[in-house]
């Protein structure tokens, strides 16, 4: 499984890489937005939409919302809506103390997975917007996305070699106290180095961004728990299958839809 992984990771992130790196803000929105699509394909199965019909319902009314976005988005309502994902997630850690909540599947508990599923994406892109938008956005939005990549990385060895002590056995009993410790460890030395090469040298602001990475890494594990707390409920192991070893598009941006909303409202407070 480790090997697969690394092969698709491969494969994936010279893509990624181009992706952030070469086109500008509008083009860069559009793939995201695409992409985004396609995650909420897989929510709608988490959430329990089981036909073709519902699943494409959801699909149309998200692409929609989507191009609505790309057409009117201005600094002020990307800043809204980033502010607007954080609020979700922080709220979110009280859904997560509560495993049976919304477990039943019916139509009501299926509208607010739908619902939560908008503010678990909405806000990603537009956080996506904003940060790769900004001075320098394009390295930014990579030194986001390289904080969440450490910290799994860090989450997976560490947990692996030192983990113990399970940290939410009913949603995930893979993951570990240890894990998240090593996530937090390799989080904050990207953000440090990262904040040091893109040229935060005042004491202060490389301290808040290297705070800001930790608090980064803690919201990624939110994000991660609270997918597989809804593949529980829809009784499915991973959200897909287009990536082998890694499973679907939500198992790979769980912990990047919590996280970019967060690094992005950040970034924002600290002036950077």
């Avoid at 609020?87 to 739908?114: D, Q, S, V, Y």
């Avoid at 537009?126 to 450490?150: D, E, F, Q, R």
């Avoid at 030192?162 to 953000?191: M, Q």
């Avoid at 707390?229 to 499915?236: D, E």
Wanted: charged fraction near 10%; charge should be positive.
């Amino acid at each position: 499984m480790l090997k697969q992984r690394i092969t698709t990771a491969a494969i994936l992130i010279p893509l990624v890489l181009a992706l952030i790196l070469l086109p500008p803000t509008v083009y860069f929105a559009a793939v995201v937005a695409l992409v985004f699509v396609g995650a909420a394909w897989e929510w709608s199965l988490l959430a329990g939409c089981r036909t073709p019909a519902g699943r494409g319902t959801v699909v149309a009314a998200a692409a929609a919302i989507f191009i609505a976005l790309l057409l009117v988005w201005t600094p002020g309502l990307l800043a809204v809506l980033t502010l607007a994902g954080v609020a979700w997630w922080i709220g979110c850690c009280f859904w997560l103390r509560h495993f049976t909540f919304a477990a039943a599947p019916n139509a009501e508990n299926r509208m607010l997975k739908l619902g939560a599923g908008a503010l678990v994406i909405v806000p990603t892109l537009a956080s996506a917007i904003l940060l790769h938008s900004g001075p320098k956005g394009h390295w930014w939005t990579l030194l986001a996305l390289v904080i969440v990549w450490a910290a799994d990385t860090g989450a997976y060895f560490s947990g692996r070699h030192f983990g113990r002590r399970k940290l939410a056995p009913r949603i995930s009993p893979g993951k570990t106290w240890a894990g998240v410790y090593g996530a937090i460890l390799a989080g904050s030395l990207v953000a440090l180095l990262g904040g040091y090469l893109l040229g935060v040298r005042g004491g202060g602001q490389l301290v808040g961004l290297v705070l800001l990475g930790v608090v980064t890494v803690g919201i990624a594990v939110v994000g991660d728990l609270f997918e597989s707390l809804m593949k529980r409920h829809a009784a499915v192991k991973d959200s897909g299958s287009l990536f082998p070893g890694h499973g679907g598009l939500l198992d790979r941006l769980d912990s990047v839809f919590a996280a970019l909303p967060v690094f992005a409202a950040g970034k924002l407070l600290l002036g950077l």
